[in-house]
């Protein structure tokens, strides 16, 4: 029994250190598992590249649909079909479709994203939002399987892209001059960069029908200002006075030779050193980041002379008020005088903009106080000539005007291409009176003005070199244009390479401004002297006074417009241009 028992020890002992079969017998019992892990290994390697290929294709098909945005789910299915996906079915909205083998499920969401940093990534895309620039694309599939699918279930891909336009357009707000008279443009240019500016109404209009170059004036200006290099931000991060500005238009590349010189007239006579931040005048929007010298393309970039010119000059004047004397220089009236305070645009709201939808520009407020007379005289007894002396104090306010980047849309290509802005004319206050404002607090437009009766008119007697007053007419009248809300102008490809203008009003002005304020007119009568009660000769003399005043509205009303128009702002109005717009690429924002 011993001896059995030590042979059967002895045999396991010689099994146990026999090693020559182990490598055999352990290969046999580990090559299941090995099979499995290299299936598995397969399997993840192929879902790897087929979740990779996917999301390439997502990419595609969000970037298609974003170029296509009025057609969106015929381009993400004709760009998903085109690239091999299987069984393509489209989930609206509310819908759980789960995909099986041989599927891709896909869901198609446009709305609007909006690249601000201090939005957080996660929140810049709004679906549903309009207007629709950009569009999310989610798809989803099931995997193809070689080996493992019987041990683990086959997983759903699921890759997801949002792509954007970035549209841009070109637009600005303000007046153009209609009818141009020289002195007046003169006097007020002159007041405004502080020289003694003489120019011609043939320089005026053609600096009116003139379009400078944004980019290439920004070129000039870097040059003006010793900026050796950098993009077009840093030019607009930059100072300029208004003979640097003007000097730098003058050498615009294409511009006419009589508005280059005009312009380098303005230059030799420009004494103003206030320096203008230019981000004020102008915003670049995107555009800015390029390097000095580059065009975006597709977009172009152009700015009406007299207008950038004037908005300059109206921010380079560091008090905001213009005070002119005109004498007897406008047709029909005895004596005129006027005071002007330009207000500032609200902050961020340029004058010229090329940016994306939401941008606003916006002219400046703006307050006139202007003065005028005339006398007329008529015989009298005894060889004495009666003298009635009428006095026109009319008081405006505008508020500024603004336009608002609502919508590009390019349905069927760049050709297609459509802009549409709102427009909000300001409103205007008319007075024929006295006001309160008087000095530096007339340029303060935080404070509103009073009003008070004003002296209308004055009646004397002249005889032989004795004039001995009789009456005074003491009188005011106001007006409003109100309605103020927005409108929508739609510019087409055509409109916008015409660089044409249109213009909404709060009410259609068909009648002159001062003849509708003399109209309200309410006089009283005041004796000079007598101690005697005229007031039954009221009815006597208010025609005589409204017939001279009459008579006077037409000078008065051209040189109010012209003065508005000069400073970019209208009664009641706003005139809005689109000189370039693109729709851009569609690119990859998440």
């Known amino acids: 029994m011993r001896r059995l028992l030590r042979e059967g020890i002895g045999r396991v ?39 990779r290929t996917a999301q390439a294709m997502t990419d595609l098909a969000a970037i298609t649909a974003a170029s296509n945005i009025t057609n969106i789910q015929n ?33 198609i969401s446009p709305g609007q994203y909006a690249a601000a940093s201090g939005v ?15 569009v999310k694309v989610t798809l989803k599939k099931i995997p193809a399987r070689f080996f493992a699918s019987a041990l683990i279930p086959s997983p759903v891909i699921s890759t997801q892209a949002i792509a954007s336009m970035t549209p841009m357009a070109t637009f600005s707000v303000g007046s153009r001059l209609l009818s141009l008279n ?61 003979g640097q500005i003007a000097s730098a238009m003058a050498s615009v590349p294409g511009l006419d030779g009589t508005s280059a010189l005009a312009l380098q007239a303005i230059v030799a006579k420009a004494t103003s050193t206030v320096k203008i931040p230019l981000n004020t005048l102008v915003d670049l929007g995107g555009v800015g980041s390029l390097a000095i010298g580059q065009r975006p393309p597709g977009l172009g970039v152009s700015a009406n002379a007299i207008g950038m010119l004037t908005a300059g000059a109206v921010l380079a004047n560091g008090t905001n008020q213009v005070s002119l004397n005109l004498g007897a220089t406008i047709p029909g009236l005895t004596a005129t005088t006027l005071t002007i305070a330009i207000g500032q645009p609200m902050q961020s709201s340029p004058w010229l903009a090329i940016d994306q939808v939401g ?21 009298g007894l005894g060889g004495g000539i009666s003298l009635l002396a009428v006095n026109l104090p009319l008081n405006v306010e505008v508020a500024y005007a603004q336009a608002t980047l609502t919508g590009i849309t390019c349905p069927s290509g760049p050709s297609s291409i459509q802009v549409s802005i709102a427009a909000q004319p300001g409103i205007a206050a008319l007075h024929l009176a006295n006001t309160s404002a008087t000095g530096t607090t007339f340029a303060n437009f935080s404070q509103p003005q009073t009003f008070s009766n004003a002296e209308i008119a004055d009646v004397s007697l002249q005889l032989l070199l004795i004039n001995l007053p009789l009456l005074q007419i003491m009188g005011s009248a106001a007006t409003a244009i109100t309605n103020n809300s927005p409108q929508t102008l739609t510019f087409n490809a055509t409109e916008i390479a015409n660089k044409t203008t249109k213009t909404v009003s709060t009410r259609n002005i068909t009648q002159s401004l001062t003849s509708s304020l003399i109209s309200n007119l309410s006089l009283s009568v005041n004796a000079l002297g007598l101690g005697i009660d005229l007031t039954g000769l009221l009815g006597t003399v208010t025609p005589a006074v409204v017939a ?4 006077v509205t ?24 689109v000189t370039g717009a693109t729709c851009g690429r569609s690119v990859l924002v998440q």
């Open 13 to 51: 002992a010689r099994l146990l250190g026999d090693k020559k079969a182990n490598f055999t017998v352990m290969a046999a019992l580990s090559a299941p598992v090995a099979l499995a892990l290299a299936a598995f290994a397969i399997d993840e390697g192929s879902i790897y590249t087929e979740r």
């Open 75 to 107: 381009a993400v299915v004709t760009t998903l079909n085109d690239n091999g996906m299987p069984g393509i079915i489209v989930q609206s909205a509310g819908q759980t479709i789960v995909p099986t083998a041989g599927q891709t499920v896909v869901s």
């Open 120 to 134: 957080g990534v996660g929140q810049r895309f709004q679906a549903g939002v309009t207007p629709y620039n950009a």
């Open 182 to 242: 020289g002195g007046i443009l003169n006097s007020l240019l002159s007041g405004l960069v502080g020289g003694n500016i003489s120019l011609s109404v043939m320089d005026y209009n053609a600096l009116v029908s003139a379009d400078v170059d944004v980019l290439s004036f920004m070129g000039a200006l870097a040059t003006q200002l010793n900026l050796t290099a950098g993009t077009y931000s840093d030019v607009l991060a930059s100072k300029a006075t208004i």
């Open 359 to 379: 941008t606003t520009v916006r002219t400046a407020q703006t307050r006139i106080k202007l003065t005028s007379s005339v006398t007329v005289g008529t015989s």
């Open 548 to 551: 001279v005043l009459n008579g």
């Open 554 to 577: 037409a000078p008065v009303d051209n040189l109010l417009y012209n003065l508005l128009s000069t400073l970019g702002v209208s009664v009641g109005s706003a005139d809005v241009r």
